[in-house]
T-cell receptor, first 115, second 120 residues
Framework: KAGVTQTPRYLIKTRGQQVTLSCSPI?????VSWYQQTPGQGLQFLFEYFSETQRNKGNFPGRFSGRQFSNSRSEMNVSTLELGDSALYLCASSLAGGLGANVLTFGAGSRLTVL | AQTVTQSQPEMSVQEAETVTLSCTYDTSESNYYLFWYKQPPSRQMILVIRQEAYKQQNATENRFSVNFQKAAKSFSLKISDSQLGDTAMYFC?????????????????FGTGTLLAVQP
């Protein structure tokens, strides 16, 4: 069973540009979450998508956006990049629904460097 | 707001020995979940163990076990018979089920992590 796949693994952008990161969840997983990991702020929740709907959002500016497609694949976009956006962006998928906490399975991440 | 604190930035242990990683959290919720995740140098985050707050029994997974003290809001991870492959960053995480479209959402609040080095 394939794991969570994130592409690209590494990318370098310059300030002011925009970037799109992709995440393919484990087959059958309908929930996709995104996290930003930086040395200074640690791991922070960006947003979660389920069935093409954003159902939870962290405290990030509107430059950070995402979407989910009908096949559960998700993309996140960061516009007008700033130096502080340099980070490892982690995607996690899980079985959705139910009343309890679902276990998240993480991808290897996309390392974004903003110059 | 919930917070998770890991007070040990780095720890070291000899192979085959036992080590305990500390985690405390702050919440006013009664229903929540706690996790330990491991992030090896390859960066893939892996679930180590999970604990439901309503369960008094401490969770165990092979060489990994937790000491969950709900009143003290403490959730420590014990690794027995440490192996070189246990070298990684360990994150403690908190999740409060928030019910929304499609069921409970999956927002994790992470601690700052403990870098564990297992020495041969």
């Amino acid at each position: 069973k394939a794991g969570v796949t994130q592409t690209p693994r590494y990318l370098i952008k310059t300030r002011g540009q925009q970037v799109t990161l992709s995440c393919s969840p484990i087959s059958g997983h309908r929930s996709v979450s995104w996290y930003q990991q930086t040395p200074g702020q640690g791991l922070q929740f960006l947003f979660e998508y389920f069935s093409e709907t954003q159902r939870n959002k962290g405290n990030f500016p509107g430059r950070f956006s995402g979407r989910q497609f009908s096949n559960s694949r998700s993309e996140m976009n960061v516009s007008t990049l700033e130096l502080g956006d340099s980070a490892l962006y982690l995607c996690a998928s899980s079985l959705a629904g139910g009343l309890g906490a679902n276990v998240l399975t993480f991808g290897a991440g996309s390392r974004l460097t903003v110059l | 707001a919930q917070t998770v604190t890991q007070s040990q930035p780095e720890m070291s242990v000899q192979e085959a020995e036992t080590v305990t990683l500390s985690c405390t959290y702050d919440t006013s919720e009664s229903n929540y979940y706690l996790f330990w995740y491991k992030q090896p140098p390859s960066r893939q985050m892996i679930l180590v163990i999970r604990q439901e707050a309503y369960k008094q029994q401490n969770a165990t997974e092979n060489r990994f076990s937790v000491n969950f003290q709900k009143a003290a809001k403490s959730f420590s991870l014990k690794i027995s018979d440490s192996q070189l492959g246990d070298t990684a960053m360990y994150f403690c995480a908190f999740m409060k089920p928030e019910f929304n479209y499609g069921g409970a959402t999956n927002k994790l609040i992470f601690g700052t992590g403990t870098l564990l080095a297992v020495q041969p």
